[in-house]
């Protein structure tokens, strides 16, 4: 649960509001209690700053109040987070829904830091590449092979393989359609050599 709160929360951060409930949903659809009210909460908080952007002031004023009873009964900190900071900027949107053009949405903040994508650990950094590949037009299976690769890495006690380095910069968005490339020319050469190894022991 850890690694996929914070990289939402980090997508959130960085602006990417409409993404960010991406690393939250599959979680949010395998909990209950207040786990599920908690996620349910966040991705309706993202979705109703989304829709104020987009100038939906009753999608932004709906998901808004929706968002606001789904955290309404949970402590704050919760998990971590400053629930009750989310609850006051709902209930000021809900109020005035245009003050999203005048002021910047609430920067979400996890353990009393409002988080980067710098400060992702791999585990959600791996999360936040998979999110931005997904929404965008990146290469989904290359990103997710590279991953793979990445992970196997660190278990074999490597963890400055150019896959970690470049898994890690792709999620923070430096250079991302170079790092793509890269990414893209390290995953090709590495499922070569796997192939001539795996062509030595066919008949």
Same mark, same amino acid.
């Given at each position: ?96 829904? %245009? ?14 830091? %409002? ?89």
């Amino acid at each position: 649960m850890r690694s996929y709160l914070r990289a939402g929360i980090a997508i959130h951060n960085a602006g990417n509001h409409h993404a960010a409930h991406d690393a939250w949903e599959e979680r949010w659809l395998e909990s209950d209690g207040d786990d599920e009210r908690f996620l349910h909460g966040l991705i309706q908080f993202t979705a109703a700053i989304h829709h104020a952007r987009e100038r939906n002031w009753t999608g932004a004023t709906g998901l808004a109040d929706s968002a606001s009873d789904y955290l309404a009964a949970l402590p704050s900190p919760y998990r971590r987070v400053d629930v009750a900071a989310v609850r006051t900027f709902l209930a000021a949107l809900r109020a005035d829904p %245009e003050r999203i053009e005048r002021a910047p949405p609430l920067y979400l903040t996890h353990e009393g830091r %409002e988080l980067t994508l710098s400060d992702l650990d791999f585990d959600a950094s791996a999360i936040a590449a998979a999110v931005f590949a997904a929404n965008s037009d990146y290469d989904e299976t290359m990103i997710e092979r590279a991953v793979g690769y990445a992970r196997t890495d660190l278990d074999d006690g490597r963890p400055t393989s150019p896959f970690v380095t470049l898994v890690l910069d792709f999620a923070r968005g430096e250079n991302r359609g170079i790092v793509h490339q890269r990414l893209a020319e390290h995953t090709e050469r590495r499922r070569a050599r796997e192939h001539d190894v795996d062509g030595l022991f066919e008949a």
